[in-house]
């Protein structure tokens, strides 16, 4: 599967748009599902087919995001044999999958694990559909037996469903953490596809990584309320404001740090924003989400070498300095007229 992928996580893009319905399934059987994932395919009968996807690959992993109509995906035992030995962890709209004599229902949302080097039948419902495939060799410490995993259902509501999930999105814009992000996400989906992981408030490298970029997503999405605290990001995220603590101190910041900063360029857009009806620096403090307005100035001050009313007074000294709209016209008009 996904052989000939470049493996610095680049996207490949694959599409059936712009070709002529008669083109689509042949086009998409040979271009996508027979060289890149050694399956085959059948649409519902009676259905205009349609498909989109887009893949990624590093080291000892790949990725494959898609949305298209209600189809069927297998592997028979001649495309099996291509050598791949891999575990794949399949989220979808809802399918039914086959692999060793077993049969599963998996409903919009849930998971479901697939060996790549045995025969295998996926019908999905039409809509998007994730998946990630690592080698068994990745996983053969991790995980007591991968063979037990055929046909795992991974439940939607299982945290490490949605670390693993969350992070893989993460990592896409972050190329700062594709180095680990390999091991990471093999002691994600050992913790997938343990029935009972041990996960609680746990030191492994990926979960703490996951769990510090879902705090500082929290933070940095709700830093405008005066009454966010720790205790509150702990809480929404299911661990202690101790652990907490570790991961942000883990991550080079404090909470309190984190939370100052993104007020302080909050307050400092909302001074320099040109408006007929400027707002007062006391509803600009609070706005960022400041409640005590002399800390805010001098916290302002400290930060930007000027209180919030000098900041204000610089932008409004530049702007008188520039000429009007009209005399940049007039000018314009001067150059360009000369002529005629």
């Known amino acids: 599967m996904l052989q000939m992928l470049p493996t610095d996580f680049s996207p490949l893009h694959l599409s059936t748009c712009g070709l002529l319905e ?54 028979n035992r001649a495309l099996a044999a291509d050598g791949d030995d891999s575990i794949g962890i ?14 599963v229902v ?23 559909v994730f998946s990630v495939v690592v080698p068994r060799a990745a996983l053969a ?7 037990d995993s055929t046909l795992q259902l991974i439940p939607r509501r299982s945290e490490t469903l949605r670390l693993l999930l969350r992070y893989l999105k993460l990592f896409e814009t972050s190329p700062e953490l594709r180095k680990a992000v390999a091991s990471h996400v093999h ?40 009454e966010l605290s720790l205790t509150k990001v702990a809480r929404s995220m299911g661990i202690s404001p101790r652990y907490l603590q570790r991961l942000l101190e883990t991550g080079g910041v404090s909470f309190t740090a984190q939370v100052t900063e993104l007020r302080l360029k909050r307050a400092f857009v909302l001074l320099t924003e040109q408006s007929e009806h400027k707002l007062q620096i006391s509803d600009v403090a609070l706005q960022a989400g400041f409640s005590d307005i002399s800390h ?16 204000r007074a610089q932008v ?8 009007p709209l009209a005399l940049h016209r007039e000018r314009a008009i001067g150059r360009t007229g000369s002529s005629s």
């Not at 998996?106 to 998007?128: H, I, K, R, W």
């Not at 002691?187 to 990584?209: F, I, Q, Y």
């Open 187 to 226: 002691d994600l989906m050992a913790l997938v596809l343990t029935r009972h992981p041990p996960l609680g408030e746990s030191d492994l490298a990926a979960v703490g990584a996951t769990r510090l970029n879902l705090a500082l997503d929290h933070i940095a999405g709700r830093f405008q309320d005066p």
């Open 141 to 147: 410490g991790r995980v007591g037996s991968i063979d």
């Open 106 to 128: 998996v409903n919009a949302g849930d998971g479901v694990a697939v060996l790549t080097q045995e025969p295998v039948d996926v019908t999905f419902a039409e809509g998007s």
């Open 316 to 323: 409004d000294k530049a702007i008188q300095s520039q000429p």
């Open 22 to 75: 008669r083109e689509r399934v042949p086009t998409w059987r040979e271009q996508f599902c027979r060289a890149l994932l050694r399956v085959d395919i059948e649409p519902k009968e009676g259905l205009p087919f349609y498909g989109a996807a887009e893949l990624r690959a590093l080291p000892e992993l790949r990725v494959v995001k898609g949305t298209w109509s209600a189809v069927r995906f297998w592997r």
């Open 90 to 103: 399949i989220v979808s709209e809802g399918c039914t999958a086959s692999q060793r004599g077993r049969d």
């Open 296 to 311: 805010f100035n001098r916290l302002f001050r400290s930060r930007f070498g000027d209180t919030p009313s000098g900041v």
